[in-house]
Structures are given as structure tokens and as C-alpha cells.
């Protein structure tokens, strides 16, 4: 699987893009979001709070329940503020 | 058509190339969105558009397609620049060209709502106090729900 983080995710992440393989109970974005949390303190803060996280598989949006693929790319960004 | 580009681009050239030849179209409205000095209190230097190369292109796509579904248009444009840009450039462009113009105004507000709620880019500011990334508004987002259809 394929994440991509923009904006202030990215810069509290700390990278802009990786490939991960989650553990096999991470079966859709809510669980992805709760792994990722977990995985070090600049994933913890930028996740704390993710009202303010959007979330676009395959460049669609998508809810928290969405389910996973292995092939998915995976985009975790604040909402948008373009125009 | 979608643009997404660095470069500036010639509002009056773009709008020309627009209706060139299309001469059943009847009017053309367009919206630029500039960079202000000025923002939430904030002195800015410059600001840097961030976006996501390729789900941009998607949504712009499908906010033009939506728009092109729902008014009977001619023609519609969206051009949306990323990278450094300082007070007073411009940012983007979006015009609708119609035989008449209510479709073309309602047209043309609707693509700025739509792509200001649904477009994948974030605006990190420069102030003096350093770097800031602008927050949504919720103006932005009563804006494009006067667009949603019940």
C-alpha cells in the first residue's frame, strides 16, 4: 500500500510518501488511522485529532469506513484551501 | 478545460482562446482569485500552493463536468497555479462561457465554491511571525452547499 501525506500531515510526519504493509486487521481507514497513530510521535500528532484529516484513496475521497486494498494509494491530507 | 501550472498565465488570452469561434456563446464570466497582503490579521510575504499531482486534475475535472451537467454551457475553464507566489499574482482563473448570461454567472460562482471546498491544494503562508498553513473556512464551506442538490 501506497501513502502519500500533504501540508502540515506531512510536515509533522516528517516524509512526504512510503509504502507499508499493514498488519491484516487494518482492513479500512478508520483501522489504517489507528495503526498509523502508533507508529511514532510525529504520526501521533498529526493524527490526534482527525476531524481535521481527510482522507482520498485511489485520488477519490472516501469515509472512515472504506474498505482497504493492498494495491491502494492512500492520501492523508488536511481540508482543502485552494482558489 | 483544466489547467494545472506553475506558470502565470494572460486572463484576457485565456478567455479569447475560450470563445474563439464559438459564436453561439453570448457571454463570459470569469473569477480570478489574487494573493492579498493581508490575511486573517497576518502580514503575508508570499505564500506556497501545495497540491496533489493527479487526484487535482481528477476533481477539477469533475467539478468542470458537474458544472457543464448542470447549466447549459459552451465552454469552461479552470486554471489553477501551485508553487511560490507573492501579493497580487494571480492564483486562478475560472470562466463559463453561455448563450446567456444567469447560466453563466451561476456557472462560473459554482466552479469557485466547488473547487475552493473539493480541490486538493493548502496554502502555507509566510509572515513575519514564519511560516502558517490557512485553515478552511466555513464561509468557504457554506458556499459550496448552496450547491448541493437536496
Known sequence: ????????????????????????GVTNVAALLDWLKTRGP?????L???????VAVNQRYVGWDHALA???EVALFPPVTGG | MIRVQREDFDVGAELEALTSGKTGIGGVTSFVGLVRDIAGGHRIGAMTLE??????????????????KR?????????HRFGRLEPGERIVLVAAASAHRQAA?????????????????????????G????????????AAARWVKE
Do not use: N
Open chain 2, 105 to 129: 454567472f451561476d456557472a462560473c460562482q459554482f466552479l469557485i465554491d466547488w473547487l475552493k471546498t473539493k480541490a486538493p491544494f493548502w496554502k502555507l503562508e509566510e509572515t513575519p511571525q
Open chain 1, 70 to 72: 493492498p494495491g491502494d
Open chain 2, 71 to 79: 447549466w447549459p454551457l459552451d465552454a469552461v475553464l479552470i486554471i
Open chain 1, 42 to 46: 510525529g504520526f501521533a500528532e498529526a
Open chain 2, 131 to 142: 511560516q502558517r498553513w490557512v485553515e478552511a473556512q466555513t464561509s468557504d464551506d457554506e
Open chain 1, 1 to 24: 500500500m501506497k501513502l502519500l501525506y500533504f501540508a502540515w500531515l506531512r510536515a509533522k510526519i516528517g516524509i512526504s510518501e512510503e509504502r507499508v504493509e499493514p498488519p491484516a
Open chain 1, 48 to 54: 490526534k485529532d482527525t476531524r481535521v484529516v481527510r
Open chain 2, 51 to 68: 497540491h496533489y499531482p493527479g487526484m487535482t486534475e481528477r476533481q477539477l475535472g469533475e467539478i468542470e463536468a458537474e458544472a457543464m
